[in-house]
């Protein structure tokens, strides 16, 4: 078990930029600004740093010399720009790594290792609409998201709205997943950790295939049934079965999984950053701008990021 709080400096990771991406559903803006995910059984809250000076890693040798700061504190409300933070206040905690690992895994999972300036830098310069989503949206970075729950969630996302996506998504967890242990967690993140993670996303083995009813899943409940139950009989995990050998075909061969849905799986589920999905926001934007359709072939490698950019600028309008 182990409880880390760290700061990341770089002008180049937004969390509520990210929330709001359309990537994850797991993530929730707190009342103070903060945002708190949870992958696998890392709980994590990012906020603006407090401490602007301070550039190193400080692992917490007692979780309970962390102040408590109230949501209600008016001073943290203005204290939470995102759009003028470059230094972010990272607070984890994970029953199962160790300090050293829980830290690896997040700044991987955040994809810190990709340098998102020379991605913009790369922006053809006669692009002027991708230059100002890019500015916009700079703080906007793929995460590396686990596999299973990417497929899981944009199987729900067809034909649906984010509120009904992230609630169908809760049902799942709090119906099959693990939930979280509030008392080990440390006070300052216990106190404000919100209602919709208290409980794991499952595994495929942790889920019942006859028991979705009642999960707001619709028409997708028979598309998971048959993934879940084909998983089991198969006895592979979805990462043997989708991200070895062409994971592209072998998932357009999944009943409930066309062409939108598997490339947002490969650009989020497989950080593959050559997948550009394509829907109605997309194809507006492609329409109004690029003659119907963006010149992906220039930006080999990094197109899914054009993607996000484009796709977070038109529906902040």
Request: proline share 3%; charged share 30%; net charge negative.
């Amino acid at each position: 078990m182990a409880t880390v709080e760290y700061i990341i400096e770089n002008e180049y990771l937004n969390p509520l930029s990210i929330a709001l991406s359309g990537q994850c559903f797991r993530w929730f803006e707190l009342e103070d600004g903060s945002v708190a995910t949870l992958f696998g059984d890392c709980a994590v809250i990012f906020s603006v740093s407090e401490n602007s000076d301070n550039r190193n890693t400080n692992v917490i040798e007692d979780a309970k010399n962390i102040p408590v700061k109230s949501g209600k504190d008016e001073a943290l409300k203005e204290m939470a720009d995102w759009d003028s933070c470059s230094k972010i206040q990272v607070t984890a905690w994970s029953k199962s790594l160790d300090e050293d690992s829980l830290i690896k895994k997040i700044n991987n999972y955040l994809d810190m290792e990709t340098d998102y300036k020379k991605i913009i830098d790369s922006i053809d310069t006669s692009d002027k609409h991708l230059i100002e989503a890019s500015e916009t949206g700079k703080g906007i970075r793929i995460l590396r998201q686990d596999l299973w729950e990417i497929i899981i969630s944009f199987m729900i996302s067809q034909n649906n709205n984010i509120p009904r996506i992230q609630g169908s998504i809760r049902k799942i967890c709090e119906r099959f997943g693990k939930k979280i242990d509030l008392k080990a967690m440390p006070e300052k993140m216990s106190a404000v950790w919100p209602e919709e993670l208290m409980y794991a996303f499952p595994e495929v083995w942790e889920i019942d295939e006859n028991k979705l009813d009642g999960l707001g899943l619709g028409y997708r409940e028979d598309y998971i049934r048959t993934l879940v139950s084909g998983l089991k009989e198969k006895k592979i995990t979805p990462y043997e079965c989708f991200a070895k050998e062409c994971p592209h075909e072998r998932l357009l061969c999944v009943k409930g999984i066309g062409n939108k849905v598997c490339a947002c799986i490969e650009l989020f589920g497989l950080h593959d950053l050559d997948a550009f999905p394509v829907d109605t926001w997309v194809k507006k934007i492609e329409k109004a701008y690029y003659d119907g359709r963006f010149p992906r072939e220039k930006y080999i490698g990094t197109a899914g990021v054009m993607q996000q950019y484009l796709f977070s600028y038109e529906r902040g309008k």
